[in-house]
């Protein structure tokens, strides 16, 4: 079964700082990859996905995640918090069907002014 | 414009009444996902459709029944609603078997509460 779980449900950074939110899968097969951010109120928007076509993945809003294999990890980053990215960021993972997705328990981000 | 829409955004109603949440994508997927996200944030499949075919269906309580009746809309009825249905459920749509890397596209969330 896959699964992804992300470490640290609350991260609190300041503004301008590196943000680094950790997400880990559990896959037998090569895994099928996404970012998801929540902003209050709203529905998750895509932020990036893993595509195997290159380890380090840029997203929307100057995020970008690298995958890495050895560590069956897929941890996202942004060299400088802004407060608009204030929201819960989710990792997920899909089968290789396309058809299921296994989301984390999510990360608060809370940005610092 | 909207990708996926879904309707109403907020249902506040009483113990023991029927519901009805509505959704549609006009993004030509052809899988279409309920998920119900609790106090906690945390995010539960209840139910997938491909091509109007169910194809998932999490442990839920048979008092939830999803109808799909095309590829582009499913909708969620509840029946005899209990105080633990509050939550946010959001209907979602991707690509689903003809495409594994296709993301997740979501709606804005439907907010039951339940009193």
């Known amino acids: 079964a896959q699964s992804v779980t992300q470490l640290g449900s609350h991260v609190s950074v300041s503004e301008g700082a590196l943000v680094l939110l950790r997400c880990n899968y559990s896959s037998s097969v090569p895994p099928y990859l996404f970012w998801y951010v929540q902003y209050p109120n709203q529905g998750l928007q895509l932020l990036l996905k893993y595509t195997s076509a290159a380890t380090l993945v840029k997203g929307i809003n100057g995020f970008e995640a690298e995958f890495k294999k050895s560590e069956t990890s897929f941890h996202l980053t942004k060299p400088s918090a802004h407060m608009s990215d204030a929201a819960e960021y989710f990792c997920a993972v899909s089968t290789s069907t396309g058809n299921q997705f296994y989301f984390g328990t999510g990360t608060s981000l809370t940005v610092i002014p | 414009d909207t990708a996926v829409s879904q309707t109403p955004k907020y249902l506040v109603t009483q113990m023991g009444n029927d519901k009805s949440i509505k959704c549609e994508q006009n993004?030509?997927?052809?899988?279409m996902y309920w998920y119900k996200q609790d106090s906690k944030k945390f995010l539960k499949i209840m139910f997938s459709y491909n091509n109007k075919e169910l194809i998932i269906n999490e442990t839920v309580p048979n008092r939830f029944s999803p109808k799909s009746p095309d590829k582009a809309h499913l909708n969620l009825h509840i029946n005899s609603l209990e105080l633990g249905d509050s939550a946010v459920y959001f209907c979602?749509?991707?690509?689903?078997?003809?495409?594994?890397?296709?993301?997740?596209?979501f709606g804005n969330g439907t907010r039951l509460t339940v009193t």
């Open positions: 979602a749509s991707s690509q689903g078997l003809s495409g594994a890397y296709s993301p997740l596209h």
């Open positions: 993004l030509g997927h052809d899988t």
